[in-house]
């Protein structure tokens, strides 16, 4: 099928782009506007030519396949330089999503009339790159430099009422924006006179103070060179001619296409799209989602229900007694409150979302629930009460999810008189923010657990990855690993500042002992106790985090834990601490040394390397790409790196 049709509406060409799912732009797209903007240019009975695209999207962006490859022509550029230097009127009927490529069509338009669900953006820094056909150049013609920035190097879409405030698009419309931009482009076609975006004035270019963006961006992106890279590119509009800002902005895309950032943001881009893959495959189908219990509503029970009820869901919420239960009803409240200051939804939409909850202290509430999750105190003999309890209650049928982070689902799931209606369903907190979900297989789970977990993770737009059972599933496991490598280098002479910083340079927001501070360092604690860690000397075991537990610095919220926030703060080594460190080091025989960054590094991406080959040798992940997606996604690990595994490779 050709992927651009033309047909006639009066003296009005109507082209349609059509590249399902998403209409991406290739090489045939390419060349077949190309073909048709040239026939068009010269058919006579066309005055004017509206440009869409078939089903829900306008254009979602390049093909993402082609990007590692030699461009083939015609490039988008001409096409667009084409469409722009046409003698008659090109108007955009922005249908739905335009995205990337998509919307350097829409711009190269002489005008734009948008649907009202449609979003436009440039999110090409998320795969490396920058726009390559002339974003750079045309998006601050149309809105101000300082909101083309923000576009451009943060790669958030806009919606269309927005981009209209930007100035972006020229009408909005609930309806099919075709028959508004047929209008349009007739009133353009018969007034004479339509301007190439290139030949409008630069906007707010005064304003901006550049030093400053590039600082921002510096801090922001921690060592992703694409959004810097576009900044460059726009500041090149204030002193270099149209065609001169167009070269660099095609030379840089061109560079970073290649270059080895671009290539890692494209596999984790590829590894997110086919992770959980094997939860399609399932023949079993899902148990209703409409209304979906939650047991606990402390840290995580109350931002799971929060996820839940940010979803159109309906949740029950138990907890122990009436006052747990307030407290975890204002805390859920205090999260949708917390999205709506953010802009996420209004706070219209936060009081009905709020009222499709309900928080009780008794279990027989949950009754019409067919599937339940578990996020009670991390605690086995607890959780084991909770299934039990959930038997009598809810039906044979209704699927039982439990949140731990460490414990083994298998064992939990013999406390129920089902064993293979238990799954476990694993949220990063804070699980209405977090994009993760771990799915996990235990040795009973049924299928139709699986699909129910698998059809929650697509309901709540979540990436989910399925995880074997083991210790810490795959994420906390591997960041036990690290964590414990990391403490190794302590005892040999690395402080927490210097592995911290090292981290951060790497590309993580926060480093491990940060983190620890601010979660708790308790939690971790009460576990190596409950497992009496290889005390016998076999394995090496560090003392140190003990020792400050023991000391009482829990963290944060104990105003000390591996930094003193009473007195300095997190990133600066508190004497006390090194103190304690080098009396560990000597006591375990260790003469310390100097670490390098590199060095740091290194010993913790290796850690992570070989307990994630150990993890796919126990086949508790289904594939290396999925290891990737976990510590990117649940980890921080710095996304324009691809992944520890992927680092193996590349
Ligand atoms: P939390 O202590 O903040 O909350 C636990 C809640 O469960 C409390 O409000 C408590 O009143 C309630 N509860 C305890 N027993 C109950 C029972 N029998 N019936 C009803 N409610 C009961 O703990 P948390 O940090 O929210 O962790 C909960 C679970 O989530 C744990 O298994 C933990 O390992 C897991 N998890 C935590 C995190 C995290 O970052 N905090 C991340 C992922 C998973």
């Known amino acids: 099928m050709d992927p651009v049709n033309v047909f006639l509406d009066s003296d009005i060409a109507v082209v349609t782009l059509s590249n399902p799912p998403v209409n991406a732009i290739n090489q045939q797209v390419r060349k077949s506007l190309m073909d048709v903007v040239k026939t068009l240019e010269i058919d006579e009975k066309v005055k004017g030519v509206v440009l869409e695209g078939e089903g829900a999207n306008f254009v979602a962006g390049a093909d993402i396949n082609e990007l590692g490859e030699a461009p083939k022509s015609p490039f988008l550029p001409d096409v667009l330089d084409a469409i722009e230097m046409s003698s008659k009127p090109w108007v955009a009927s922005i249908n739905g999503n335009a995205l990337g490529g998509g919307l350097e069509i829409a711009m190269a338009c002489h005008a734009r009339v948008a649907a009202s669900g449609a979003k436009l953006g440039m999110p090409e820094v998320q795969i490396g790159v920058i726009p390559g056909a002339g974003g750079t150049v045309r998006l601050p013609r149309?809105?101000?430099?300082?909101?083309?920035?923000r576009m451009i190097t943060g790669g958030k879409p806009v919606s269309s009422q927005y981009a209209a405030?930007?100035?972006?698009?020229?009408?909005?419309?609930?309806d099919d924006p075709k028959t508004e931009a047929i209008k349009?482009?007739?009133?353009?076609?018969?007034?004479?006179?339509?301007?190439?975006?290139?030949?409008?004035?630069?906007?707010?270019?005064?304003?901006?103070?550049w030093d400053a963006e590039q600082q921002k961006l510096i801090k922001r992106t921690r060592g992703a060179i694409a959004p810097l890279e576009a900044l460059g590119c726009l500041k090149e509009n204030e002193n270099a001619s149209v065609g001169d800002a167009m070269r660099k902005a095609r030379d840089t895309f061109l560079a970073l296409a290649q270059g080895q950032q671009a290539s890692a943001l494209r596999h984790i881009f590829f590894a997110e799209k086919a992770a959980g893959k094997s939860l399609r495959d399932l023949d079993a189908l899902p148990s209703d989602l409409s209304c979906v219990g939650v047991i606990g509503g402390g840290?995580?029970?109350?931002?799971?229900?929060?996820?839940?009820?940010?979803?159109?869901?309906?949740?029950?919420?138990?907890?122990?007694?009436?006052e747990a239960s307030e407290a975890a009803m204002s805390?859920?409240?205090?999260?949708?409150?917390?999205?709506?200051?953010?802009?996420?939804?209004?706070?219209?939409?936060?009081?009905?979302t709020f009222a499709r909850l309900t928080v009780s202290d008794d279990y027989c509430d949950l009754v019409g629930c067919s599937l339940i999750i578990e996020a009670v105190f991390e605690n086995i003999d607890v959780k084991r009460e909770v299934f039990a309890t959930l038997d009598e209650v809810v039906d044979r049928n209704a699927i039982l999810a439990t949140n731990t982070s460490y414990l083994d689902v298998n064992d939990l799931a013999t406390s129920s008189r089902y064993p293979d209606r238990v799954l476990g369903l694993h949220f990063f907190a804070p699980a209405h923010v977090m994009k993760l979900l771990e799915i996990i297989r235990g040795r009973y789970t049924s299928e139709v657990a699986l699909a129910t977990g698998a059809a929650l993770a697509r309901k709540l737009r979540k990436i989910s990855v399925v995880s074997g059972v083991c210790d810490g599933f795959i994420g906390n496991r591997v960041m036990s690993a690290y964590r414990r490598e990391c403490e190794f280098m302590l005892e040999e002479g690395a402080t927490p500042a210097q592995i911290d910083a090292a981290m951060?340079?790497?590309?993580?927001?926060?480093?491990?002992?940060?983190?620890?501070?601010?979660?708790?360092?308790?939690?971790?604690?009460?576990?190596?106790?409950?497992?009496?860690?290889?005390?016998?000397?076999?394995v090496r075991y560090s003392r140190i985090s003990d020792q400050l537990c023991e000391a009482g610095r829990l963290g944060k919220k104990a105003g000390r834990g591996w930094y003193n926030y009473e007195q300095g703060q997190a990133g600066v080594d508190d004497p006390e601490v090194v103190k304690l460190i080098c009396e560990e080091s000597k006591a375990a025989g260790y003469f310390r040394r100097e670490f390098s960054e590199h060095e740091i590094m290194e010993r913790i991406v290796t850690t992570m390397q070989s307990e994630g080959m150990q993890i796919l040798e126990e086949g508790i992940a289904?594939?290396?790409?999925?290891?990737?997606?976990?510590?990117?996604?649940?980890f921080g690990f710095p996304r324009h790196r691809g992944g520890p595994m992927y680092m193996c490779k590349s």
């Open 142 to 149: 149309l809105v101000s430099m300082s909101n083309a920035i």
């Open 165 to 174: 405030e930007l100035g972006l698009v020229d009408l909005v419309t609930p």
């Open 184 to 209: 349009l482009a007739k009133e353009i076609s018969e007034s004479g006179n339509h301007v190439p975006t290139v030949s409008r004035t630069l906007i707010g270019c005064a304003e901006v103070d």
């Open 299 to 322: 840290t995580m029970g109350a931002s799971i229900a929060t996820a839940l009820l940010l979803s159109g869901l309906t949740v029950i919420l138990i907890e122990r007694t009436r």
């Open 331 to 352: 805390r859920v409240r205090d999260n949708l409150n917390a999205s709506a200051q953010r802009g996420i939804i209004s706070e219209q939409t936060a009081t009905s």
């Open 504 to 538: 951060r340079n790497f590309g993580f927001p926060m480093g491990i002992y940060e983190v620890q501070d601010m979660s708790g360092l308790d939690i971790a604690w009460a576990q190596r106790k409950a497992r009496r860690y290889a005390m016998d000397g076999s």
């Open 622 to 634: 289904e594939n290396a790409d999925d290891i990737d997606v976990v510590m990117v996604n649940g």
